[in-house]
Nanobody, 125 residues
Framework: EVQVVESGGGSVQTGGSLRLSCTTS????????MAWYRQAPGNECELVSS???????YYEDSVKGRFTISRDSGENTVYLQMISLKSEDTALYYC???????????????????WGKGTLVTISS
């Protein structure tokens, strides 16, 4: 019933740009906090950015100034605009929705948070 679907991943060179999209349905989007997480092989699930239902944003230090999160109520969609991409940005990027989503979590974990299945971002030299 609830759907959280990421798209927009791909392979780009260092310094390039990508825009990820997270399209949702099955819940009240305008009342829901949203976030982007990422996980690279051998690494822990990492909160990249979040945006509350009121539009308050958070960015992890390593992406601050390079990534921009936004939300579109008409589309029930959250975006992550990424510029100046680096090799360390390579990861599977997950969209997450729900109360407290900005306070961390394990990518794809069962519980009250809704998770997408991820979209792969690969940065090459």
């Amino acid at each position: 019933e609830v759907q959280v679907v990421e798209s927009g991943g791909g392979s780009v060179q260092t310094g390039g740009s990508l825009r990820l999209s997270c399209t949702t349905s099955g819940f009240i989007f305008d009342d829901t906090d949203m976030a982007w997480y990422r996980q690279a092989p051998g690494n822990e699930c990492e909160l990249v950015s979040s945006i509350t239902s009121g539009g308050v944003t958070y960015y992890e230090d390593s992406v601050k100034g390079r990534f921009t999160i936004s939300r579109d109520s008409g589309e029930n969609t959250v975006y992550l605009q990424m510029i100046s991409l680096k090799s360390e940005d390579t990861a599977l990027y997950y969209c997450a929705a729900g109360e407290g989503v900005q306070f961390g979590g394990n990518c794809g974990a069962a519980g009250s948070i809704y998770w997408g299945k991820g979209t792969l971002v690969t940065i090459s030299s």
